[in-house]
């Protein structure tokens, strides 16, 4: 009498509906993850109310339905990966450096100045005017070889460039340590075909996430980012017609860095990202328009093949590497404590601390296999990271909201939102 339907089409909740064959009408319908038993359980009175049913079938039914659509959505991926038979591409050789870039790259990792360099070669590339942003992402992707990697969020307004400063530090990643996900989804971590362990992951436009269904859809990147792991439980129908559970397990750990042009982040995301901003002043805007011009002349110094591929090398040649940070009881003394928010910031400066010890891992003693950070990597990670942790410790703001502030002290009449817009060049959204 009754006909069940579901599909997710690859989204977190899935279209799922009750149909009455008698009268042709739809009796229940609502958004669900059948996967999850919780959601089920919620179901079952609801559905054996309307249908008459026994909560002990309509379980089974459920059951089924999550697994005809966990293998359609296999199906559909596995079709997407291959082509036809005897059309099937020879596999991709896997990236090797030659033996002059790793050449070039071992004394750009003895070069003291190797941080600078890199953020030059990414203003050859066409960032302009973000020597500190570039900085924080080219060692925020180097965190991949730690234990416990760096998530940074690149935020600004739209047209500030954000994704274009993200594509262009990764540029200096090569494929062997770089994942692209454009727009990743509740469930896409777990289908990853390749090992992203020790990679870094760089990540579309995040989308606006405050609803507890956002929430639970960012879950898998937490885990990946917090325990380095994540796993997932689902329903398997055998050959035999038995339903077992099946594991799905994806290691990490993992750098991660998004970019977004919103303050639409859950707080279970939020204090585990080192926060970046791009620089939407006037002034720069001009720079960029002629550097642009510039390059439209061909009136710039690009970069040689020979010369990025040493980069991708320098890269290549990094492992996994733990690091000892001799002066963090020092750091910890001076640190501020008055919100409970500075726990998890230390915790992040003390990575970004490491991180850049792994970048200098030629110029820096060992102790028992494993690096010893310099007093020069605090310095540098305090210089980059000030921004960040202005808005994190006590009374803390944002660059803009400070860059405001600096003006609104000098009124000494009324004004509007859009003259606080016209005198600094800022965008109606940040104003």
């Not at 279209?15 to 008698?22: A, D, M, S, T």
């Not at 080219?138 to 500030?160: D, E, M, Q």
């Amino acid at each position: 009498m009754f006909e069940y339907f579901y599909h997710r089409n690859g989204k977190p909740l899935g279209h799922f509906h009750v149909l009455n064959r008698e009268t042709g009408q739809t009796v229940f319908a609502d958004r669900v993850d059948l996967t999850s038993r919780e959601a089920r359980a919620k179901l079952l009175p609801v559905l054996a109310s309307i249908t008459k049913e026994a909560p002990g079938t309509i379980e089974q039914t459920l059951l089924e339905l999550a697994v005809q659509e966990e293998e359609r959505a296999a199906a559909r991926r596995e079709a997407r990966r291959q082509k036809p038979e005897g059309q099937q591409p020879p596999a991709a050789p896997k990236w090797e450096p030659a033996a002059q870039d790793l050449k070039r790259a071992e004394a750009l990792l003895k070069d003291p100045n190797l941080l600078p360099k890199a953020v030059d070669l990414i203003e050859r590339l066409g960032v302009v005017g973000e020597r500190g942003l570039s900085a924080t992402l080219y060692i925020a992707g180097t965190s991949r070889v730690l234990k416990k990697p760096l998530y940074v969020l690149i935020k600004g307004a739209a047209s500030s460039g954000k994704s274009f400063v993200q594509r262009t530090v990764a540029s200096l990643f090569p494929s062997s340590v770089s994942v692209f996900i454009t727009d990743p989804t509740a469930q896409s971590f777990y289908y990853l075909k390749e090992h992203i362990s020790h990679k870094v992951v760089w990540l579309g436009e995040r989308k606006r996430q405050l609803s507890e269904e956002a929430v639970d859809s960012t879950k898998a990147i937490r885990e990946l980012v917090e325990a380095g792991y994540i796993v997932k439980q689902i329903p398997r129908k055998r050959p035999d017609g038995v339903f077992e559970t099946m594991t799905i397990a994806v290691r990490g750990p993992i750098a991660l860095i998004e970019s977004c042009s919103h303050d639409a982040i859950p707080e279970e995301d939020r204090t585990r990202q080192i926060a970046v901003w791009t620089n939407d002043s006037p002034e720069l805007t001009r720079q960029f328009m002629a550097a642009y011009a510039a390059r439209k002349a061909g009136n710039v110094n690009l970069p040689s093949e020979e010369e990025l591929a040493a980069w991708l090398a320098l890269q290549h040649i990094l492992e996994p590497t733990e690091v000892l940070v001799p002066f963090a009881s020092e750091l910890a003394k001076r640190f501020p404590a008055e919100r409970v928010e500075c726990r998890r910031a230390f915790v992040l400066f003390l990575a970004f601390i490491e991180a850049i010890a792994a970048l200098y891992c030629r110029q820096r003693e060992t102790r028992g296999g494993k690096l010893i950070a310099a007093p020069e990597d605090a310095q540098t990670a305090e210089a980059l990271l000030q921004p960040w942790l202005a808005t994190t410790l006590p009374a803390g703001v944002s660059p803009s909201a400070a860059k405001a502030w600096e003006w609104i002290k000098g009124q000494t009449g009324p004004f509007r939102r859009k003259d606080l817009e016209a005198a600094l060049g800022m965008p109606e959204r940040t104003a």
